[in-house]
């Protein structure tokens, strides 16, 4: 027994020193902050975001046509407030509504880089408009914030961009290397005519970028439990997306005389068999870059567990929500309360890690639920993007301009689990990032396509301001 004893003790120091020596050897990866240039800012910078949201350019449906009134208005508005953007910069439209801007760089022999945002916002639903501070589309200026759909998703982006070249153009600035703006019309359907478009016009050209930067990553602020520090995630690749119906059909019946195989009752089982059998959480790229960089910023405790993830991956993973996501969206069945439905539906939407596909996603759903269930894809989907690397010149400048601008916030590569338009990228680019310094809390995450989304004054500051010494860094 005493041997035992002893053994035992031995296993515990030795694991205790490996979890130590771990925790130690993870150190900080944040670059060091250099100084900035002054930039002057814009004068009309929060009337103009003001305006841009006056513009409905709502995307419906994939089916709706684009509000033609509303997208041309905006085009026209962007001409008459960027004068000098018109004047030097080449504009093509692309399946009419997108917008391409080039600016022509001064050496042919760097690569260029491509700065996306979109132009279309999500309708607002109309029993919410009283809860709204001011109206969705009116482009409210208060002592603190703009008003808007749009200001947070995506038009600050778009018109932060739109300042910040005007700015530098003011300046007599010329870019070594040539900058496309690139902004899509209906990235909120998919960006099949928007942005997949653009990429596909690029490609054609023979354009090879060195980076491309889109939405997708902001500042976190008090997201993470117990950590005070402003977390800036560029995220370096996308989950994918897939919504499978799951169908029943039956011969019906009277409700006096249920079958032992009810429409509904298959069609609830086989829902709760997925929401009770999820794919697995796992480490794959770049939630490991998760582990590292944010890891080495924490508390000693916390960061024995991102130091160990040989022993304690399992509740950070969960944390991070790395895995594919199951979630039932959609039901439908039923025409009379004592008539049993001869069909019935459920549409179950995924967000597929990587590493993970469309096709084992189905297989999974095959796999788990009951016999006598079709399973059929159910509109736009996508697999995982490819994960971007962290070690070229283009994250580097990326990495070091969020740091100088924003020298209190961490950055941190990641995973974004919704959709965006840089998806269609990396046919074009040897680099895709998402990111744009949108500050994100608690308190205003519900507010991306919610109610009273609004942006305030000074984080619209600080995105032009980083637009701004991002072009410069490249140079």
Known sequence: MKKLIIAIAAIIIVLGGILVFNTLSLKSKQVDPEPLETMKFPEMAFQNLSKAVQFKTISFSEDAIPDSTAFNGFHQFLNDSYPLIHEKLTLEKINEYSLLYKWEGSDASKKPIILLSHQDVVPVDQPTLNAWEAGPFEGAITDTHIIGRGTMDDKSSLMALMES???????????????????????????????????????????????????????????????????????????????????????????????????????????????????????????????????????????????????????????????????????????????????????????????????????????????GIKVEIAGFSTNPSPVSGIDSDAFKNLEKTIRSVFPEAIVVPGLIGGGTDARYFYDVSDDVYRFYPIRIGPDSMTRFHGIDEKIGKDNYKEMITFTYNLIKRFN
């Open 165 to 371: 070249v005007e700015v530098l153009l003011q300046e007599s600035f010329t870019p070594k290397q040539t900058i496309y703006l690139a902004f899509g019309h209906d990235e909120e359907l998919g960006g099949g005519n928007g942005a997949k478009a653009i990429a596909a016009h690029l490609k054609k050209q023979g354009v090879h970028a060195a980076m491309v930067l889109d939405e997708g990553g902001f500042l976190a602020q008090n997201m993470v439990p117990d950590f005070d520090k402003t977390v800036a995630m560029v995220n370096l690749a996308e989950k994918g997306y897939v919504s499978f119906n799951l169908i029943v059909e039956t011969t019906g019946g009277h409700s006096s005389a249920p079958p032992e195989d009810n429409t509904l009752g298959m069609l609830a089982q086989a829902i709760v068999d997925l929401e009770d059998n999820q794919l697995p959480y796992k480490m794959v790229k770049p939630i490991d870059y998760q582990f590292e960089y944010m890891g080495a910023e924490m508390p000693f405790f916390k960061r024995l567990a991102f130091a160990n993830p040989w022993l304690f991956k399992a509740p950070v993973l969960k944390a991070l929500n790395a895995h594919t996501t199951t979630a039932p969206t959609i039901i439908e069945g039923g025409v009379k309360d004592n008539v049993i439905p001869t069909v019935g539906k459920a549409t179950i939407n995924f967000r597929i890690l990587p590493g993970e596909t469309i096709e084992s996603v189905k297989e999974h759903i095959q796999e788990t639920i009951g016999d």
